[in-house]
C-alpha cells in the first residue's frame, strides 16, 4: 500500500470543494480496505473514517481520530456498538426505527444526549421511487423527526445533526435528485425547529481504472464474439461474466464494474455540486442553507494505493488442455462483486528467460474447480518459471480485503506499507500503523 496516493487522492476531493466554496467533509469509507494505515493517514491528512463495525470505530479511536471525524454507517448496530459510540459520543447516522429505540434505550441508561442523522431512502428519480433496503423513507422522515426528537419527543435524547444517503449505483443524475430532495427535508425541518448541518451522499464516487475507451469497448466486443463456436475463448470456459446466452442470442452486458469512465473521482463531485434545483446550481442551495456537504469514498479514494503480488507455485495443463498457473494465494484475495476484474496483471519473472509468449490462466490455492483468480485469459511475454512474481495492480480498494477469508486455515495475506525516505522501505501495516 502506499499512503502518498492516498492523500493526493484526498487533495483533488478537498480542491474542488474549496473551488466551488462549499463546506465540505470528506470521510474514507473503511470497508473497501482493511489496512489500519490508511486510518493514520487520514488522522494526519485532516480527514474523516466512515465505520461500518465496532471494531472499525474502535480503531479508529485507538488511533486517535477525534469522534467528530468518525461517522458510524454500520448496517447493523448491536448494543455493544451503540454503548460505544454514547460512550465516546461519537455521531451516528440512524437507518431504522428498531435502531432509534435501542440507541434512546442505551441514552436513558447513562444519562447520556447523542448527534445524530438519518439515512434517507426512497428518492424520486424521473417519476420512479429508487429502490433501496436502507434508510428512512424520504416521505416520512421529517414527520418522524419532527414529532419524536422535540422536548416532550421519544427520542428527546438524540440531537439531531443531519441527513445521509448512499445510493446503489454510479448515477450523478440520481445523486443529485437525492440531494436536492434532502435539501427539501431540510427546508420542512427548519420550520420547525431543526437545524440541518450536514448533508452526507455517501459513497460510489466513480474511479477509472482504464486509459481509453477503445480497451473497453474491444473487451465488450471480443467477449460477446468469443461466444460462437469457432471463435477463441477469452474467458475460462467462454464465461461470459454475466451476460445470458439463449440460443446464441446475447442478453445483458457483463457484470462487471464500470472500468472506463469519463466522469470520475472530483470530476464526479463537481457534476453533482453543479446540479440544479429550481434552476440554482446545489453548491449555491448549500452555500445559502450553511450546510456541510459530506462524501464517504473508499473505492476512489484507493486509486492507485495497492497492489497483490504473489508468487508462482506450479505450471500444468487442464484436462482441455489449458495452461494453468498455480499461484500462492486464493480468489478471495482478488475478488469482489464484479464478475472479474478486468486490469492485466503485470508478469515479473526473476530471468529473462526463452521469450516465448504463452496464455495462462491463473488459479488459487482453494480445493474448487472454480478457483480461478481470473477468468480472463492472460497472455504472457514468456513462459512462467516457479518463484516468478504476479502483480495485481490498483487492487486497494475492495479487491484484496472484502471478502478475504481463511477457509483451509490459509493464513491471510501480509499487508505491507511500502514508503520513500531515501530508498523504498516495505513495513507491516500493524507495525506501521503503531508508529506515531
Ligand atoms: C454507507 C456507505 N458509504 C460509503 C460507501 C463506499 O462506497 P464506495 O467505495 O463505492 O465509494 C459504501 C459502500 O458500500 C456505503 O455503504
Redesign the pocket.
Same mark, same amino acid.
Given at each position: 500500500m502506499n499512503l502518498g496516493l492516498f492523500e493526493e487522492n484526498f487533495l483533488k476531493y478537498d480542491k474542488v470543494f474549496k473551488d466551488f466554496g462549499v463546506k465540505y467533509k470528506v470521510f474514507f !469509507?473503511r470497508? !473497501?480496505n482493511k489496512c489500519k494505515s490508511f486510518v493514520k493517514a487520514a488522522k494526519s491528512g485532516g480527514f474523516g473514517v466512515?465505520t461500518a463495525s465496532l471494531n472499525e470505530i474502535k480503531d479508529c479511536i485507538q488511533m486517535g481520530v477525534k469522534p467528530d471525524d468518525i461517522t458510524v454507517?454500520a448496517a447493523v448496530k448491536n448494543r455493544e456498538l451503540l454503548q460505544y459510540v454514547v460512550a465516546h459520543q461519537i455521531p451516528i447516522v440512524l437507518d431504522n426505527f428498531d435502531e432509534c429505540e435501542l440507541l434512546h434505550q442505551v441514552l436513558t441508561e447513562e444519562n447520556k444526549t447523542l448527534r445524530v442523522g438519518f439515512r434517507v431512502s426512497g428518492f424520486w428519480h424521473k417519476r420512479e421511487k429508487l429502490y433501496s433496503r436502507f434508510g428512512f423513507d424520504v416521505e416520512e422522515i421529517a414527520g418522524f423527526i419532527t414529532q419524536n426528537l422535540k422536548g416532550s419527543g421519544k427520542y428527546n435524547r438524540f440531537l439531531y445533526h443531519g441527513l445521509h444517503f448512499?445510493l446503489n449505483g454510479y448515477s450523478t443524475e440520481e445523486r443529485i435528485d437525492g440531494l436536492s430532495q434532502c435539501l427539501d427535508l431540510v427546508d420542512t425541518l427548519a420550520i420547525d425547529g431543526f437545524k440541518t448541518s450536514f448533508v452526507d451522499i %455517501? %459513497? %460510489?464516487?466513480l474511479m477509472n481504472y482504464l486509459t481509453s475507451a477503445v480497451e473497453w469497448d474491444t473487451f465488450h466486443q471480443r467477449l460477446k464474439q468469443s461466444v460462437y463456436e469457432d471463435a477463441e475463448e477469452i474467458t475460462f470456459q467462454k464465461n461470459l461474466l454475466g451476460i445470458t446466452n439463449i440460443d446464441g442470442n446475447l442478453i445483458g452486458e457483463p457484470h462487471v464494474y464500470p472500468y472506463y469512465n469519463e466522469l470520475f473521482q472530483e470530476h464526479f463531485v463537481e457534476k453533482i455540486l453543479r446540479g440544479e434545483k429550481d434552476g440554482v446550481p446545489l453548491c449555491k442551495h448549500l452555500q445559502q442553507r450553511d450546510i456541510e456537504l459530506r462524501i464517504?469514498?473508499?473505492?476512489?479514494m484507493l486509486d492507485q494505493t495497492g497492489i497483490t503480488v504473489a508468487k508462482v507455485a506450479f505450471r500444468k495443463k487442464d484436462s482441455q488442455g489449458r495452461l494453468l498457473v498455480g499461484l500462492e494465494m486464493n480468489r478471495t484475495q482478488m475478488f469482489s462483486s464484479s464478475a472479474d476484474y478486468l486490469l492485466d496483471p503485470i508478469f515479473l519473472p526473476q530471468y529473462s528467460g526463452d521469450h516465448m509468449p504463452c496464455e495462462v490462466y491463473f488459479v488459487g490455492a482453494y480445493c474448487l474447480e472454480q478457483e480461478l483468480l481470473l477468468k480472463r485469459k492472460i497472455q504472457l511475454h514468456q513462459f512462467p518459471e516457479i518463484g516468478d512474481l504476479v502483480c495485481f495492480v490498483n487492487t486497494a %480498494?475492495y479487491m484484496m480485503h472484502f471478502y478475504e477469508s481463511e477457509a483451509h486455515l490459509f493464513a491471510l495475506a501480509q499487508n505491507l506499507i511500502v514508503e520513500k525516505n531515501s530508498v523504498w522501505t516495505a513495513i507491516p501495516d500493524e507495525r506501521f500503523s503503531s508508529i506515531i
Open positions: !469509507a470497508k !473497501a466512515d454507517t448512499h %455517501g %459513497g %460510489g464516487i464517504e469514498p473508499g473505492r476512489s %480498494g
